[in-house]
């Protein structure tokens, strides 16, 4: 049986204030949710700044890098790939969560630890 959507990896992490990744791409798209804290979050389509209950979901091919504004933050990352549904062209969508879901955020990063 096929699915539409293979998770590929799942990971929750607490960053200190010294984080930050090199500059990097996936063949992938990412959902990144920061649970507290903030980060910023840039890509070869624009900067922004992840603040508690923003997330920001990137296509595949596109270029990234994540560093700390100063504070602990906590966050999730959901990386997949699609088959056979749509989703709409886009490189870089950012989702600000409000309180419905940010109660089930919260319940999947406690699954995830």
């Known amino acids: 049986m096929n699915f539409p959507l293979k998770i590929i ?42 603040k508690a209950n923003d997330s920001i979901l990137v296509a595949p091919g596109v270029f990234r890098e994540v560093f700390n504004v100063g504070e602990i933050v906590n966050y999730f ?20 969560l409000g309180p419905s879901l940010r109660n089930e955020a919260a319940v999947l990063n406690k699954e995830i630890l």
């Open 9 to 50: 990896g799942l990971h929750s992490r607490t960053m200190d204030t010294n984080y930050s990744t090199p500059l990097h791409s996936h063949q992938f798209y990412q959902w990144y949710y920061v649970n507290e804290g903030a980060i910023k979050y840039w890509t070869n389509y624009g900067e922004y700044v992840l």
């Open 77 to 96: 990352v959901i990386s997949f790939e699609v088959s056979d549904i749509s989703i709409p062209n886009f490189k870089v969508q950012l989702f600000h």
